[in-house]
């Protein structure tokens, strides 16, 4: 299999047009979220390859009625997450819009679901990066957190939810410029690389009523640096595990 094909169960992503590759954050992310009634429409903000529209479209599957919108502002990056989409089943389902967050107004309702892996470094005018493509995707020039919160709290419903993934001190500070924008955290889940060491990622989940959160940790791997149970039984829909946890 070529190198730029990641293959999963029940769907493949071509990456090779894409800056970021796939990761584990992306895949715990897209494990993570739940689907339930009455969800009819999701927002993946940031797509990339599509991985999480994709793994959104397997978990929605059953509710055949749910459709799911993708922007991407790297216009190769974007029509690979559509060629993606158009090999997979759920292609009917799918469909990427080359554009801003803040520039995305051609949908005129809102989602009840919305979903990101976003560019999580702070920008800063002295880093140096010299590909531009990768720096737009590591980066929050493109896409501040306080613009990502202000057009998520636009493009959500009263009783959507908005679930990202992001680093420990990132996702402090985005879950207070979240809170001047009217989205809470209801969800937190504190993810731990391996036993002994400190959360290096949380997942929140964000609503538009403040209340009581549900925390939650989890460990990826065990000592020895396989995969902890937990982490397997929660990819094991999406990943080709050679080994199964008993």
């Known amino acids: 299999m070529p190198d730029n094909l990641f293959a999963f169960k029940q769907f493949s992503i071509n990456q090779s047009h894409c800056a970021m590759k796939i990761g584990t954050d992306a895949v715990l992310l897209g494990a993570l979220v739940q689907i339930h009634e009455p969800i009819k429409s999701i927002l993946d903000i940031g797509t990339g390859t599509g991985l999480l529209a994709l793994m959104l479209a397997q978990k929605s599957e059953r509710y055949t009625d749910i459709h799911i919108d993708a922007i991407e502002i790297d216009k190769p990056a974007c029509e690979q997450a559509t060629e993606n989409f158009n090999q997979s089943k759920w292609k009917h389902r799918l469909k990427a819009f080359n554009c801003s967050l803040q520039n995305f107004k051609d949908q005129q ?138």
Request: proline share 5%; aromatic share 10%; charged share 25%.
């Open 109 to 246: 309702h809102q989602y009840d679901l919305i979903i990101s892996n976003p560019p999580f470094f702070r920008f800063k005018k002295n880093i140096a990066i010299i590909e531009e493509q990768k720096s737009n995707a590591r980066h929050d020039k493109a896409l501040p957190f306080e613009e990502l919160a202000n057009h998520t709290n636009r493009l959500l419903k009263s009783t959507g939810k908005f679930w990202l993934i992001l680093p420990m001190q990132e996702g402090t500070e985005f879950i207070k410029i979240a809170r001047q924008e009217n989205l809470y955290v209801s969800q937190q889940i504190l993810v731990q690389p391996k036993p002994g060491k400190e959360p290096n990622r949380m997942v929140l989940c964000f609503v538009k009523v403040d209340g009581s959160i549900a925390n939650k940790q989890l460990c990826i791997y065990d000592e020895k640096g396989n995969a902890t149970k937990e982490y397997y039984d929660l990819t094991n829909e999406y990943l080709l595990w050679l080994n199964k946890k008993n």
